[in-house]
């Protein structure tokens, strides 16, 4: 076995995580990044101050919290805090009003007046099943739920949808579904509500102290001392190049992965990849700020995620509207100020601003004026905290990492279809018709968000077909 090597393209958390398991079964592993450094989705970056760390992609990390494969990694263990805000998150509203989402369900239940009933109707059972729920939703998708029970709960609330009768709770439910990029309003949307909302008043929406390179790090940390080796830099364009390796993952989009292999995959499969679809971009701004955001709510101020995208109507329409190719005129745009939570991320009063906005596939626009007066809109006095700033158009995304295509941030759209054949129709969706080669990507089930279960998954189904061994222990000790 310990002649057996294993080539892993992509270090974002799917590599990581798909390296960790096959190097501590015993397989050699070389991991090749296209970038100068580890981490596709958890990088950071010094990007205006030497000493203030900005997440360049992810910032908060409910399916980090609630995955299993980070549970059995341990990240507490190997010294990365999750930090939880007291308020997972918030949804401002015009007038200085704002709907917000307490770690604690009685906390917002009592806030939400007339509506906190069906919230606690909708949220409460299911956080009686967070542990199965989690595994299911976090797993091939194609495993039958260990509890039945939850999971019936949970497929009729997704049937129903939104449930509230105040503009207040209707908001902050949707702009969770908002995390399905593009698709608010259907069954999918009602089942990332579900599952990212009941996340909120259990393992909490934490921030990693320091910020989402410190879970990289403690992947690759693992690898290395599992003797694995890293090649910085390297763009894999040709699946010829890793000849020499009998298994090979490919933490790639489909894309990618057509591109690179497409000479040796069968016509049928090839076109199914090529047909495979994206979601709208993101076009991310970083600020540095002297000040925390100055919310017209001052509660706000309190959560670690803020949702900026007005009412359910305007968010069902300005999400169709991206979906549709149209930038609208007040994009759904997530905003996470870290120093809320973590006192680390503040130096000499000078902070990081992290946020997003939806915008169309491959949309050219610099996002930061954009970004600017969205959070102006409800924190005004907003732009005169900026010290400095810099955006990243969703076009622009894809340079920087070859997984977002055209700035789609999850490697492919959340459709029901996309669901189950991600990114195409097999039992076991990490194999692809390449003997040994898989695929461990976010285009790959259960999707987009740190959780690294892809690449977990895929690693383990190698270990089973190739060598008939058992996913090996994955705790530090
Ligand atoms: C702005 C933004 C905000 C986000 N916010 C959150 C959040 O708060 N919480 C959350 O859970 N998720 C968030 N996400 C999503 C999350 O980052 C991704 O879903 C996750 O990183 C996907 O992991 P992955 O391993 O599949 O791919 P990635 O993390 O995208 O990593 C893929 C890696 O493969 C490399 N690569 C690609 N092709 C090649 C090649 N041919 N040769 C060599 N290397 C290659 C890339 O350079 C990259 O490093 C966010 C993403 C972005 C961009």
């Not at 939806?358 to 610099?366: I, R």
Request: charged share 20%; aromatic share 8%; proline share 8%.
């Amino acid at each position: 076995m310990s002649e057996e090597q294993a080539a892993v393209v992509g270090t974002g958390p799917n590599g990581l995580a798909a390296a960790v398991t096959l190097a501590r079964a015993g397989l050699r592993v070389v991991l090749y990044e296209a970038a100068p450094e580890i981490g596709g989705g958890l990088r950071g970056e010094a990007l205006f101050d030497s000493a203030i760390n900005h997440d360049v992609c992810s910032a908060v990390h409910p399916m980090a919290a609630a995955s299993p494969f980070f549970r059995e990694f341990d990240l507490a263990g190997r010294g990365v805090e999750l930090l939880r805000p007291s308020i997972s998150y918030a949804h401002p509203l015009d007038g200085g009003r704002a709907a917000l989402a307490h770690r604690s369900l009685d906390a917002t239940c009592a806030a939400l007046g007339a509506d906190g009933p069906a919230w606690r109707r909708l949220f409460g059972p299911l956080l009686r099943h967070t542990e199965s729920l989690s595994s299911l939703f976090l797993s091939d998708l194609r495993s039958p739920p260990s509890s039945p029970v939850g999971a019936v709960q949970f497929g009729l609330r997704a049937l129903r949808g939104d449930p509230f009768r105040s503009e207040e709770a209707s908001a902050l439910f949707t702009g969770v579904a908002g995390h399905a990029v593009g698709t608010v309003s259907g069954l999918v949307g009602n089942a990332v509500a579900l599952m990212l909302g009941h996340l909120a008043h259990g393992t909490g929406w934490p921030l990693p102290r320091g910020g989402s390179a410190s879970i990289a790090q403690a992947l690759a940390d693992d690898i290395t001392a599992h003797g694995g080796e890293f090649r910085l830099g390297h763009r894999v364009t040709d699946l010829g190049e890793l000849a020499g390796f009998p298994l090979i993952f490919f933490d790639t989009s489909a894309r990618e992965f057509l591109s690179v292999s497409r000479r040796l995959l069968p016509y049928r499969y090839a076109r199914t990849l090529a047909r495979f679809r994206y979601a709208p971009g993101a076009a991310k701004a970083d600020f540095l700020v002297s000040e925390p955001i100055p919310w017209a709510n001052p509660e706000v101020g309190r959560a670690g995620t803020v949702h900026l995208g007005g009412t359910r109507a305007s968010m069902i329409r300005q999400e169709e509207m991206a979906s549709r190719g149209t930038l609208g005129d007040s994009p759904f745009v997530l905003v996470v100020d870290p120093g809320v939570v973590d006192s680390s991320r503040i130096v000499n009063g000078k902070r990081p601003v992290w946020a997003y906005a939806h915008v169309p596939n491959g949309d050219d626009t610099p996002p930061v004026d954009l970004v600017r007066a969205r959070i102006e809109r409800y924190a005004s006095g907003f732009s005169d905290t900026i010290i400095e700033a810099r955006g990243i158009s969703a076009a622009a995304y894809e340079s920087y990492n070859p997984n977002y295509v055209g700035g789609d941030i999850g490697a492919g759209a959340m459709t029901l279809r996309q669901i189950a054949a991600r990114p195409a129709l097999r039992w076991d969706p990490y194999t692809t018709p390449l003997h040994g080669v898989y695929l461990c990507s976010a285009s790959t089930p259960p999707g987009p968000g740190v959780h690294g279960m892809s690449g977990y998954l895929a690693a383990a189904s190698a270990l089973r077909r190739h060598f008939k061994l058992r996913p090996p222990s994955l705790s530090p000790r």
